[in-house]
């Protein structure tokens, strides 16, 4: 039968080591983990990998070491910080959590699953997640990690995500009500470093004895997942606006719809056929080559136009902003890719 203590003490000897986490020997001594460390690292992490967070988490913690440095930050800032990670609207709704949480809860975060669930941006696996890390509640994690393992051990054939419920069932009938943090982050790590997706590492694995999937050698291909639609592919213009003293015409994208309260250069429209919305009339140059970026839901393709002008007229949209201030790093990825397309051209006018 497979439990969780086999887990555990391969969890004890082989945890990986997070900038958020509490190793399991110093958990056991008593230390739990900070739930603002806890909550920003799931917050940064909801479709994004460790490799990629540890650099922002470490700056933004660096920045902002406790939720009521955040709550007091400029938007404008956070959203700078962010820039790069996507899925921008976590970034807006971390700002209003930090603020609900410093304003309504005295700076800490609630310990329940229910009263979590009730901050801005935190959804029910986040809930789950920081309930169990940060307070070591016997809430159920599940992420993709997760249900590949449970896929795998129970030897679950129905395909993602329609067997999202029975493998949180599985997932649920394993918790135990001792260390349930650990037990989460343990199963996870499972599922990143031993149960991988394309080549399960089996011999060191815990729960090889009683795992389904490894005895009737069907592992590798669990879970099955139904074929998932091709993305669209949509259009658009991007306009890079240098004045002639080297300034830049960005401007803040309105909160709602995609990369939602970035900075960015004036687009027009994302669609099949987009219309041209030039912020001024100038000599716009069109580049050969487009900027491409994949969104959740469509392909983009770019059309990158620049121009020079002198600064008399006043452009419809943005600010410019000095040489001296601008920083690509503060630009959402799909934006940065225009940018190095605009800057090699301007390079060569
Ligand atoms: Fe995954 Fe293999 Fe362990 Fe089963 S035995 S849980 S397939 S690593």
Redesign the pocket.
Known sequence: MVNSDALLAWYDANARSMPWRVPPAIGLAGKRPDPYRVWLSEVMLQQTTVAAVRDYFERFTHRWPDVQALASAEDADVMAEWAGLGYYARARNLLKCARVVTHDHNGRFPESYAALLTLPGIGPYTAAAISAIAFDLPETVVDGNVER?MA??FEVHTPLPTAKPELTEHAASLTPRKRPGDYAQAVMD?GAT??TPKN???PL?P??QQ?L??ARKT?PGLPRKLAKKPKPTRHGIAYVLRRSDGALLLETRPDKGLLGGMLGWPTSDWTETPTEAPPIAADWKSLDTQALHTFTHFHLKLTVKIATVSGENLPDVGQFIPQAKFRAADLPTVMRKVFDLAEDAFGET
């Open positions: 393992v795998r051990v499972l031993i149960c399960p590492n089996c694995c729960w090889q795992c999937g490894f592992a």
